[in-house]
Structures are given as C-alpha cells and as structure tokens.
C-alpha cells in the first residue's frame, strides 16, 4: 500500500491560516500520513526563535482562537515534527529575501528548501496551500 | 502492570487534547489505559476516529456535567 503523503504550503501570516495548516499538519502527522511543511513568504518570521505567536486575525474568528485558548500554532507544528516526524522545510529564497539566517530558526524547523527540492517532495502528495 | 492515566485536556480545544494523549501514549506501556477530559465536543467525536485509524483500543466514552470522558488502550 503506498504510504499517504501531504504537503502543507503555508505562505500566510495571518492567524486563521497558520492555526488551520498547523491543525491538518499536525492531525494528519500523527495519523500515519507523511507530512512535509514547506514555509514561505509572511510565515517565515514566525519560526524564528523566541518569536512571537501574535498574529494579526483576518477576521473575528482569529481574536475568538486567542480569547478560548485553542492551543497556538507553533506549538501544533512542534507537535507535528516531535509526534508525528513532519518535515517543516524554510522556503531558501523567503529567508535570503528577509535576511533570516537559518540558525536563528527553531530547532524544529529543518534545512532551508528550494523550490525544485520542495516539488520533487511534493510529488505523488495532496498539496495544501494556507 | 498496566497503569490507568489520567489526561485533563479541560480547557483547550481540537486538537489540542488530542496532541496531550499522543504525547502521553508515546510514553505509556502496551495495555495502560489513558482517559482523556475535554469539555470540547469536538474531541469527544475525533479522538475515537483517531484511535480506530492508528489502531489502539477505544474503550468508551460518557459525558458527565459537560465534561467527556474518552478512554483509550495503548495496544501497540
């Protein structure tokens, strides 16, 4: 049986999309399926260390996640990578257009990726863009 | 000996108490027995979809004071 496989592009810096592709990544890592998180564009600052979780809401259901407490997105794609063995993969080119060094990511966060890399894991995968 | 846990996932929300059992099972020993407490109801109806599909033993769930009581076998 092939092994089910998904591939979470994350591209938004807004809270709705980070808490949704955190919840499939994670739910799907740890229900046997092979996740690959690939982060670019707006995402990308969030996974520095340390780095705040406040993101802004694109409408009132984001400011509802922070009132009730759902658990934050960054501790969801922790989860993913340290229960489920996601792979979350820095887009290159994000972090040389921000001036991110790739050690200042959190230690859950893989190698830089570039695009023909990330496509090649992408391969024979649900693909879902957030 | 298998050991009976009790995992309070009071509070939060899908799918965090779902995440608190998994970090607890990989620690637990064949045959422990994890009851999971979530006032969300959503939980209540994912955590035994999960446990069906990665294929641990569903034992029950009830409801008391709206609060649910999910209790799960580690089988493997």
């Given at each position: 049986?092939?092994?089910?496989?998904?591939?979470?592009?994350?591209?938004?810096?807004?809270r709705?999309?980070?808490q949704?592709?955190?919840?499939?990544?994670?739910?799907?890592?740890?229900?046997?399926?092979?996740?690959?998180?690939?982060?670019?564009?707006?995402?990308?600052?969030?996974?520095?260390?340390?780095?705040?979780?406040d993101?802004?809401s694109?409408g009132s259901f984001g400011d509802l996640i922070v009132k009730k407490k759902a658990?934050d997105?960054?501790?969801?794609?922790?989860?993913?990578?340290?229960?489920?063995?996601?792979?979350?993969?820095?887009?290159?080119?994000?972090?040389?257009?921000?001036?991110?060094?790739?050690?200042?990511?959190?230690?859950?966060?893989?190698?830089?990726?570039?695009?023909?890399?990330?496509?090649?894991?992408?391969?024979?995968?649900?693909?879902?863009?957030? | 000996?298998?050991?009976?846990?009790?995992?309070?996932?009071?509070g939060?929300f899908?799918?965090?108490?779902?995440?608190?059992?998994?970090?607890?099972?990989?620690?637990?020993?064949?045959?422990?027995?994890?009851?999971?407490?979530?006032?969300?109801?959503?939980?209540?109806?994912?955590?035994?979809?999960?446990?069906?599909?990665?294929?641990?033993?569903?034992?029950?769930?009830?409801?008391?004071?709206?609060?649910?009581?999910?209790?799960?076998?580690?089988?493997?």
């Amino acid at each position: 049986m092939a092994v089910e496989k998904i591939c979470v592009v994350v591209v938004s810096g807004t809270r709705e999309r980070l808490q949704m592709a955190a919840m499939v990544a994670s739910v799907a890592a740890v229900s046997g399926i092979e996740v690959t998180i690939f982060l670019s564009m707006n995402s990308v600052p969030y996974f520095i260390k340390g780095a705040s979780t406040d993101a802004p809401s694109e409408g009132s259901f984001g400011d509802l996640i922070v009132k009730k407490k759902a658990p934050d997105f960054k501790t969801l794609f922790r989860q993913a990578v340290e229960l489920g063995d996601a792979k979350i993969l820095p887009c290159s080119m994000a972090l040389d257009i921000a001036g991110i060094e790739a050690d200042t990511l959190e230690p859950f966060v893989g190698e830089p990726t570039g695009l023909a890399s990330f496509l090649d894991a992408a391969r024979d995968a649900q693909v879902w863009t957030f | 000996m298998a050991e009976k846990k009790i995992i309070d996932g009071r509070g939060s929300f899908c799918p965090g108490p779902l995440m608190e059992l998994i970090g607890v099972l990989k620690m637990s020993q064949i045959g422990d027995e994890l009851e999971v407490l979530s006032n969300d109801k959503g939980s209540a109806k994912d955590i035994p979809e999960w446990v069906r599909k990665v294929g641990h033993e569903y034992v029950s769930t009830t409801e008391e004071d709206g609060v649910w009581h999910i209790t799960v076998r580690k089988t493997k």
